[in-house]
């Protein structure tokens, strides 16, 4: 059993698109940069949590289409999701300068698990799409699917929102 299981996993890995290795290769570098200490200008800050998003929406849109119920699922999600997450939890180790308008924010891994889950996330989806076509029709998929993409979305924004909030309170020093 265990070399069948063997050779669908070779043939998984060999039948993967070579930029779907480029882009886990940046993310992981981008991930790798989330868990140092970093300087990100007040300008740029939402610039990977609206590239996830982006690689989350059409992820979903690749394996579902343009339809409503994974639109609507995925949007509703990601909304909910966002405001939950701002509203109960604070980012923490965020400073910001308004003199350079720039933040200097305490690494963490979390952000690097985010992009892991969103594009093992679609890695799944895409698997399961070519080893069971059917599945893509199948709602419950489509419905689970859609939740984890919003979910994992809305957290990347809210975070984003924290951090930038910090400079609209003019808020030095969150611990």
């Not at 690749?62 to 909910?80: D, K």
């Not at 599945?135 to 419950?140: G, K, S």
Request: proline residues 3%; aromatic residues 14%.
């Amino acid at each position: 059993m265990a070399l069948k299981d063997n050779k669908m996993l070779i043939e998984i890995i060999t039948h993967t698109p070579l930029w779907v290795f480029g882009l886990l290769v940046l993310l992981v570098y981008l991930g790798w940069q989330q868990s140092r200490e970093r300087v990100v200008n007040k300008y740029v800050i939402f610039l990977l949590p609206v590239g996830m998003v982006a690689l989350s929406y059409f992820g979903m849109l690749s394996s579902f289409g343009p339809n409503f119920l994974p639109i609507t699922l995925w949007l509703v999600s990601l909304l909910v999701t966002a405001l939950i997450v701002v509203t109960c939890f604070t980012v923490h180790g965020v400073t910001y300068d308004s003199n350079q308008a720039r933040y200097t924010i305490q690494g963490s891994w979390f952000p690097f698990g985010l992009m892991m889950a969103i594009f093992f996330t679609k890695y799944a989806v895409g698997v399961v799409s070519a080893l069971s076509p059917d599945m893509v029709n199948n709602q419950i998929f489509i419905v689970l699917c859609s939740l984890l993409y919003g979910i994992f979305s809305g957290i990347f924004m809210a975070r984003a929102y924290s951090i930038w909030h910090v400079s609209r309170n003019n808020v030095v020093g969150l611990t």
